[in-house]
């Protein structure tokens, strides 16, 4: 790893044998599991005791999960649908409730993100709503359903959310950072009751990770981003140690930073938008 990625990002490392002991008899629900992070956690999570259920859009590469966990051992079975959708998150839950599935543990991964001027936004008002549908509605619904069986295991969310909701307000990122921002404030509220209950309520702030999530943007090619195995393992070591949360150590200098030299930043980056 080069250097600067090392003290950016110092390695998490967490043992199999942890995690197996972590997940034994257990059913791990992660969304977005087809590609990038969610994907890679998945495979992670192959283990003779351990239940995957995923889900995604991609069917043929949800399916490629599932058969390599199989052949590792583990169990697994996923669902597709567009969680933009009602219907995605009904058939999601009624399939669960209709093969007594019980959740341990829920990690809210799927995501989009956009990054637009909002001046190039004005015929495009499906950017907030689509991000909302994913990025808010449909974690919010799915926690709603899940936590009645949450809470008799006591069990854990891990929410996969972006450093970018720990900052001030980021020029062309409007749709992103409201929404997984109205996530990040409506897990908080619930994170008290939820403990109280037993179960376990942790966020990930996740930096610039190099999946295809940030591919379209030539621009972050040049920048220290994370590999996305690093950001498995934080995801595991939550799991194996429950109370774990995560933001990089940096976000506390940065922040105050961009509160200080506001104007510059700003105009740097808007101006930088192409
Ligand atoms: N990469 C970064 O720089 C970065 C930074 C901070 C936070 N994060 C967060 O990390 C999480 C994982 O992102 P990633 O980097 O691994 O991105 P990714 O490689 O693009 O993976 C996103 C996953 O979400 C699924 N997904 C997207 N839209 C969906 C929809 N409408 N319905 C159902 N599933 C959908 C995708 O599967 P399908 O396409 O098959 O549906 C895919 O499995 C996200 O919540 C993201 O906000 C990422």
Redesign the pocket.
């Given at each position: 790893m080069p250097f600067l990625q090392r003290i950016l990002y110092p390695n998490v490392k967490v043992s199999d044998s942890k995690l197996e002991k972590a997940l034994l008899n257990k059913t791990i629900l992660i969304?977005?599991?087809?590609?990038?992070?969610?994907?890679?956690l998945a495979e992670k999570s192959a283990f003779p005791n351990t239940n995957v259920l995923i889900?995604?859009?991609?069917e043929e590469?949800?399916k490629e999960v599932c058969t390599i966990i199989n052949q590792k051992g583990g169990n697994a079975q996923y669902f597709v649908?567009?969680?933009?959708?009602k219907k995605?998150t009904k058939e999601f839950l009624d399939l669960i409730k209709n093969q007594n599935i019980s959740v341990d543990v829920f990690v809210?991964?799927?995501?989009?993100?956009i990054r637009r001027s909002v001046y190039d936004s004005i015929d495009r008002f499906h950017d907030f709503t689509?991000t909302m549908?994913?990025?808010y509605y449909?974690p919010v619904e799915l926690i709603l359903s899940l936590l009645p069986c949450l809470s008799k295991k006591k069990g854990q969310i891990i929410n996969?959310?972006?450093?970018?909701v720990l900052f001030p307000s980021i020029p062309l990122w409007s749709a992103?950072q409201a929404s997984?921002g109205a996530f990040h404030i409506w897990f908080k509220s619930i994170k008290p009751e939820l403990n109280l209950r037993g179960v376990a309520a942790n966020n990930i702030?996740?930096?610039?990770?190099?999946?295809?999530?940030?591919a379209p943007t030539q621009k972050?090619d040049k920048l220290p981003?994370?590999n996305?195995e690093q950001?498995m393992q934080i995801i595991t070591n939550s799991i194996v140690k429950r109370n774990y949360n995560y933001k990089p150590w940096w976000t506390m200098v940065v922040k105050p930073l961009i509160f200080i030299f506001k104007r510059p930043f700003y105009k740097a980056t808007i101006m930088n938008s192409k």
């Amino acid at each position: 790893m080069p250097f600067l990625q090392r003290i950016l990002y110092p390695n998490v490392k967490v043992s199999d044998s942890k995690l197996e002991k972590a997940l034994l008899n257990k059913t791990i629900l992660i969304s977005g599991a087809s590609f990038g992070i969610g994907r890679l956690l998945a495979e992670k999570s192959a283990f003779p005791n351990t239940n995957v259920l995923i889900l995604g859009r991609t069917e043929e590469q949800l399916k490629e999960v599932c058969t390599i966990i199989n052949q590792k051992g583990g169990n697994a079975q996923y669902f597709v649908g567009d969680l933009r959708e009602k219907k995605t998150t009904k058939e999601f839950l009624d399939l669960i409730k209709n093969q007594n599935i019980s959740v341990d543990v829920f990690v809210n991964n799927a995501g989009k993100s956009i990054r637009r001027s909002v001046y190039d936004s004005i015929d495009r008002f499906h950017d907030f709503t689509r991000t909302m549908d994913l990025n808010y509605y449909a974690p919010v619904e799915l926690i709603l359903s899940l936590l009645p069986c949450l809470s008799k295991k006591k069990g854990q969310i891990i929410n996969i959310s972006s450093i970018i909701v720990l900052f001030p307000s980021i020029p062309l990122w409007s749709a992103y950072q409201a929404s997984k921002g109205a996530f990040h404030i409506w897990f908080k509220s619930i994170k008290p009751e939820l403990n109280l209950r037993g179960v376990a309520a942790n966020n990930i702030y996740l930096p610039l990770v190099k999946t295809r999530m940030i591919a379209p943007t030539q621009k972050f090619d040049k920048l220290p981003a994370m590999n996305p195995e690093q950001a498995m393992q934080i995801i595991t070591n939550s799991i194996v140690k429950r109370n774990y949360n995560y933001k990089p150590w940096w976000t506390m200098v940065v922040k105050p930073l961009i509160f200080i030299f506001k104007r510059p930043f700003y105009k740097a980056t808007i101006m930088n938008s192409k």
